[in-house]
């Protein structure tokens, strides 16, 4: 055979295998699926209907996020069924698949309405000002500040579901686009309360001071006080009779008066609650007609009475709200016709460690008692009152670190008011927070954000309806009193003689409305007060935010690593270390220099302290 026969039959015998490769290639492109697309709204990728994929192809499927329907109304694309190769289901408006057979895919869509939320002033409202879209039928919740920046609340508009009420707190279920609109008039000034006279020392006895409580004598409108004598273990009291303060003894068994309370009774008669320290228990005491004093246990069972606090009620009844340490319970207790109920006391909230710094307050309208308190599980404050016989519990604040040294007070109309510090470690915040509630929400607002704030604070409300606060500023080593005087915050140091000057502070006003304050002042018991009405203040004069130098020795406060380790700046073993810094580390220009570095330091170091359990074991025993 010839070299060209021989080529000639190599090459046909190429162009037939390569006939075959064609051929075959053919017959796999001809095979093919089908996707089956159905959505009630909207565009989709592929579109509507029938669309034929290659076999082992990727298939992407999508919608829109939403379709406008009209003003007001959307349908929000909330997922996908599918068969054959596609996904069974899925919540997104996207997704892919690799195609093997027959597949369809029907997006699921759900109505929305807008709800828009107006202003003419940039207020903290809840929800926020502008507007958003919520599923039909959603249960929403609003409420606004019933004063900001030189307004005060006017009443409220709306549209839609939202009726044209006035009210400050709304609750309504969603079920067509709607809107509020939060109207707010000019505020007026309030007056100014000039102190011209000097603090004045009611006791100076050793160690005497802390845990102090001041109310108004109704019988003569003198003040009167409830304080620790941290020396000999006693409960005492103190009061003024027009010329004279007068000391008392109240109770001078083992080891009592921390956390002390002092109240009026209808009869116009003080009583104290306070915790006995050296029994564990929560104890009363009260003065009778013929000025004896007189004890009694309101709780022994366990470890309980601190944080307590107390309140009158109708009908001659005392509500009392304490903490739980056996157990991590908040508590309470009502007398009424010389008798505690219930027996035991009433665990009103037992979830995780809760009821520290308890504050107890009767709502004026309903004549019902209210307490906000720590949770100190999630280190978050919450707020539970008594409606109908059944006890309704909500979260202050979510931010985890907040939630020390909490007050509260009603206004007239019954809207409760919280005061409480900030304390965090990352970021460092020690800030004053005042809450007020709307309805079913909360509304928070930073009273004093400069400089270590907030420490044993203390909350009245004016006949306007205004907050005034007296707390410790550990920047400036002294107390300060903070109020609201119709256009916004007034802040002044009231006394800064001394070191450490107004711990365990507490304010009342008096019939006047003007204030005046008990504290601690280096172990001793001092007051203030106001000596009367001065011009109205201009400008505001609360310490705003600035870049803070965390070294400022002058400052003290901050104790951050040891506040971790023991759980509280209130703790006495963090007090004692303070003072040991003020007192003597600092005294040196090398011990100033330390205290610098530990401010540089130790805020990154205490925020993963909390959790160890080698920290654990090493704050009980130092306790």
């Known amino acids: 055979m010839s070299s060209a026969r021989i080529l000639f039959v190599c090459l046909s015998c190429v162009i037939l295998l390569l006939a075959c490769s064609v051929c075959r290639n053919r017959a796999a492109l001809a095979v093919t699926y089908s996707v089956t697309v159905a959505s009630e709204y909207g565009t989709t990728i592929p579109p509507v209907g029938v669309s034929v994929f290659q076999s082992g192809v990727t298939v992407f499927c999508t919608a829109e996020q939403y379709f406008q329907e009209s003003p007001g109304v959307r349908y929000y694309c909330t997922g996908w069924t599918g068969s054959g190769s596609a996904p069974a289901t899925g919540t997104t408006n996207s997704f892919y698949f690799q ?116 109310t108004i004598d109704p019988n003569n409108g003198f003040p009167a006080v409830s304080y620790f004598d941290e020396q000999n273990g006693y409960l005492k009291y103190a009061y003024f009779n027009g010329a004279n303060w007068v000391i008392e003894t109240a109770d001078s068994s083992l080891l009592v008066g921390q956390y002390t309370k002092l109240i009026f009774d209808d009869q116009k008669s003080p009583v104290i609650l306070y915790y ?12 009778d007609i013929e000025g004896n004093w007189y004890n009694d246990i309101v709780d022994a069972a366990g470890f309980v009475g601190q944080y307590c606090d107390i309140t009158p009620l109708p009908g001659s009844r005392l509500g009392v709200s304490y903490y739980d340490a056996t157990n991590g319970d908040l508590c309470y207790r009502e007398y009424q016709d010389g008798f505690w109920t219930p027996s035991p006391h009433l665990a009103l909230d037992s979830v995780g460690n809760v009821g520290t710094y308890t504050a107890i307050a009767t709502n004026p309208i309903t004549g019902e008692p209210a307490i906000a308190y ?26 985890a670190g907040t939630g020390y040294f909490i007050d509260l007070a009603f206004n007239a109309d019954g809207t409760p008011f919280v005061v409480f510090q900030d304390f965090r470690n990352s970021p460092r915040t020690i800030d ?20 270590d ?20 500023d550990d920047s400036s080593l002294g107390l300060r009193y903070t109020f609201w005087n119709g256009k916004f915050w007034v802040s002044e140091m009231l006394d800064t003689a001394g070191l450490h000057v107004g711990r365990f502070g507490s304010l009342v006003l008096d019939r ?42 002058g400052g003290g406060g901050g104790c951050f690593i040891a506040t971790a ?59």
């Open 453 to 472: 704030a907030g420490f044993y604070n203390s909350l009245v409300i004016d006949a306007a309806g205004f907050p005034h606060i007296s707390y410790y």
């Open 512 to 553: 006047d409305g003007l204030p005046q304050f008990v504290y601690w002042a280096d172990d001793t018991l001092r007051y203030q007060k106001a000596s009367g009405w001065g011009p109205v203040t201009l400008t505001p004069t609360v310490p705003t935010e600035q870049n803070e130098n965390v070294g400022n020795v």
């Open 99 to 214: 195609i093997l057979a027959n597949s369809s895919v029907a997006f699921q869509w759900a109505k929305y309405f807008e709800l828009s939320v107006l202003c003419a002033l940039d207020i903290p409202c809840i929800p926020a000002l502008g507007a958003s879209y919520y599923p039909d039928g959603t249960a929403i919740n609003l409420g606004a500040p019933l004063f900001v920046d030189g307004k005060r609340f006017d009443g409220s508009g709306g549209t839609g579901v939202i009726a044209s009420s006035g009210a400050f707190a709304i609750s309504i279920l969603l079920t067509a686009p709607s809107s509020v609109t939060w109207f707010y008039r000019d505020a007026e000034f309030t007056p100014t309360p000039m102190f011209s006279n000097l603090p004045i020392t009611i006791d100076n006895s050793p160690l005497v001071g802390k845990y102090t409580c001041i």
């Open 432 to 451: 004053v927070i005042l809450a007020q509630q709307a309805g079913n929400v909360w509304i928070n607002r930073v009273v004093q954000s400069s400089g």
């Open 565 to 623: 380790a023991f759980g509280s700046y209130a703790s006495s073993a963090v007090r004692g270390l303070c003072r040991e810094r003020d007192l003597h580390v600092s005294a040196s220009n090398l011990g100033t220099g330390l205290v610098s570095l530990y401010y540089h330091v130790s805020p990154s170091i205490a925020a993963g302290l909390d959790s160890s359990s080698a920290l654990l074991l090493v704050r009980r025993l130092l306790e």
């Open 374 to 399: 720590r949770n100190e599980t999630d280190s978050t404050p919450y707020f539970i009152y008594r409606s109908e016989g059944a006890w309704i519990k909500s979260q202050i604040s979510s931010i």
């Open 276 to 287: 006995s320290f050296g029994y564990a228990d929560l104890k009363i005491a009260r003065k």
